[in-house]
């Protein structure tokens, strides 16, 4: 099994502290990391967790600069996943399960339900809740879903078959031209178009084990437990905690007010000293290379946006990153 996250400098240590977890967990799994930036870097520790890190512009896109120059940073890490996944299987072809990971989750044990369900399926994936809210004050988190999607891409989960590669190609065209983060046209980065899967595609399974894809968005339905050491959810094994959005994570946990606050506090400081430890707080202020011109002018979203919008733009600029800000005045309708 090959696990595989992608990232820019500023969440690398992220990554490491992934890597690290799984490692621990999955010592015979390969970690490939998908680094964002113009260049690798030459002088970060750590580096050795990783079998392999590659740039996203190695990966294979036919025209890698027109793409990211549309997207926000925010909204490479959905736009690089499909690619990812394509590149693995091109470069390990023994390989048969390859699993995503968001960069700030950590791994807590062996995904045995997740190797098991690929021996049968072809796409596995984890919806952000396992059930409806009893309580109406909560709604809101139903409310949130309809925007933002019923599966959470932190984790996608694809075997080597007919059906995974037809996904892909769907996947990828879509995520190179519509990654954006827009609710009123109905997208939320990569994250909106997995509602369409289990329509499209065969042999996709949507995994309700509660120890997967445990974070702040499902805390109100996850019990989480210790015993002999080892967390449990829902009397099941913790597979791996997302901490996405942290400071939602407190506030969830201290608005549940239970054992598993308690046990979701202690999750969260041993993340956070990890990410400590991996240096987070000196990478995390580590410029966008793609935030800049090649001449090392910043790049401003009035610019992405002239440049996303007008399709004249995109045919005649074929590398926006080799302009500077003049070359795109003539595009402003």
């Given at each position: 099994?090959?696990?595989?996250?992608?990232?820019?400098?500023?969440?690398?240590?992220?990554?490491?502290?992934l890597?690290?977890?799984?490692?621990?967990?999955?010592?015979?799994?390969?970690?490939?990391?998908?680094?964002?930036?113009?260049?690798?870097?030459?002088?970060?520790d750590?580096?050795?967790?990783?079998?392999?890190?590659?740039?996203?512009?190695?990966?294979?896109?036919?025209?890698?600069?027109?793409?990211?120059?549309?997207?926000?940073?925010?909204?490479?890490?959905?736009?690089?996943?499909?690619?990812?996944?394509?590149?693995?299987?091109?470069?390990?072809?023994?390989?048969?399960?390859?699993?995503?990971?968001?960069?700030?989750?950590?791994?807590?044990?062996?995904?045995?339900?997740?190797?098991?369900?690929?021996r049968l399926?072809?796409?596995v994936?984890?919806?952000?809740?396992?059930?409806?809210?009893?309580?109406?004050?909560?709604?809101?988190?139903?409310?949130?879903?309809?925007?933002?999607?019923?599966?959470?891409?932190?984790?996608?989960?694809?075997?080597?078959?007919?059906?995974?590669?037809?996904?892909?190609?769907?996947?990828?065209?879509?995520?190179?031209?519509?990654c954006?983060?827009?609710?009123?046209?109905?997208?939320?980065?990569?994250?909106?178009?997995?509602?369409?899967?289990?329509?499209?595609?065969?042999?996709?399974?949507?995994?309700?084990?509660?120890?997967?894809?445990?974070?702040?968005?499902?805390?109100?339905?996850?019990?989480?437990?210790?015993?002999n050491?080892?967390?449990?959810?829902?009397?099941?094994?913790?597979?791996?905690?997302?901490?996405?959005?942290?400071?939602?994570?407190?506030?969830?946990?201290?608005?549940?007010?239970?054992?598993?606050?308690?046990?979701?506090?202690?999750?969260?400081?041993?993340?956070?000293?990890?990410?400590?430890?991996?240096?987070?707080?000196?990478?995390?202020?580590?410029?966008?290379?793609?935030?800049?011109?090649?001449?090392?002018?910043?790049?401003?979203?009035?610019?992405?946006?002239?440049?996303?919008?007008?399709h004249?733009?995109?045919?005649?600029?074929?590398?926006?990153?080799?302009?500077?800000?003049?070359?795109?005045?003539?595009?402003?309708?």
């Open positions: 099994m090959i696990f595989c996250t992608s990232v820019c400098m500023n969440h690398l240590a992220m990554a490491k502290a890597a690290q977890s799984i490692k621990r967990d999955l010592p015979e799994s390969k970690i490939v990391v998908c680094l964002i930036e113009k260049h690798l870097p030459v002088s970060v750590g580096l050795d967790l990783f079998d392999e890190i590659v740039l996203a512009k190695d990966m294979g896109y036919l025209h890698f600069e027109q793409t990211i120059f549309k997207y926000s940073q925010y909204e490479t890490a959905g736009f690089s996943k499909g690619q990812l996944f394509r590149y693995i299987f091109q470069k390990y072809p023994n390989e048969e399960h390859v699993v995503y990971l968001d960069s700030d989750t950590l791994v807590f044990g062996p995904f045995i339900e997740i190797d098991n369900a690929l399926h072809s796409i994936l984890t919806p952000h809740v396992l059930n409806p809210v009893k309580n109406p004050a909560y709604l809101f988190g139903e409310f949130a879903l309809l925007n933002s999607g019923n599966f959470n891409t932190g984790f996608i989960a694809l075997k080597r078959s007919k059906e995974s590669l037809e996904f892909l190609d769907w996947f990828c065209y879509r995520l190179n031209h519509y954006y983060t827009d609710p009123p046209r109905g997208l939320y980065n990569e994250q909106k178009w997995m509602d369409l899967v289990p329509v499209f595609f065969d042999k996709v399974m949507n995994v309700k084990h509660p120890g997967y894809n445990v974070a702040y968005w499902n805390l109100f339905e996850r019990n989480i437990t210790q015993k050491g080892n967390y449990n959810v829902n009397d099941q094994p913790l597979r791996f905690f997302h901490f996405s959005g942290l400071a939602f994570i407190t506030d969830t946990l201290y608005l549940i007010n239970n054992e598993t606050t308690t046990h979701g506090i202690n999750l969260l400081n041993e993340y956070q000293r990890l990410l400590k430890d991996h240096g987070h707080w000196d990478l995390l202020n580590i410029p966008w290379s793609y935030d800049y011109f090649d001449n090392g002018r910043m790049i401003s979203d009035q610019i992405r946006t002239i440049y996303k919008n007008n004249l733009a995109q045919s005649e600029i074929i590398n926006p990153f080799s302009e500077d800000r003049r070359a795109f005045k003539k595009y402003i309708n």
